[in-house]
């Protein structure tokens, strides 16, 4: 499997709607948000220090490092805040839907390119699954 490539993380359910969660994709660590709009995969280590920023709290569409409270914004990485001034990367998501589950899945992109706001939208990223 190659980084291009979706990978399917979790179902849509096992996200609550306003907290990060921590998963592991292909040894990448990744932090998904779901908001009441989309859902968001970022890197999920700090880049102001090795830690994860999926143990802090979400505001508005940042989330916070719990560390120092540098806010990055979910759609690009970006912290808006100080100490840390290198942005995170982001990643592609979308919602698939197999049988009756909203299956989310997240394409490991290059570290610099921000996720783009049509393909998560839970309102309309809904695929039907690729035949293999
Ligand atoms: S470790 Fe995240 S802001 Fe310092």
Do not use: K
Request: glycine share 4%.
């Amino acid at each position: 499997m190659t980084e291009s490539a979706f990978i399917a993380v979790c179902d849509l359910d096992d996200l609550p709607i306003g907290r990060a969660r921590a998963f592991r994709v292909m040894d990448t660590p990744v932090a998904l948000v779901r908001t009441l709009e989309r859902v968001h995969a970022l890197h999920d280590v700090c880049s102001h220090a090795d830690v994860p920023l999926s143990d802090g709290d979400i505001v508005g569409n940042t989330i916070e490092c719990w560390m120092h409270g540098s806010a990055f914004d979910l759609t690009t990485g970006c912290p808006l805040t100080p100490p840390a001034v290198t942005p995170v990367p982001v990643y592609l998501t979308r919602i698939t839907q197999v049988d009756d589950r909203a299956v989310v899945e997240v394409r490991l992109t290059s570290a610099a390119a921000p996720a783009d706001p049509s393909s998560t939208s839970l309102a309309t990223s809904r695929t039907a699954p690729e035949e293999s």
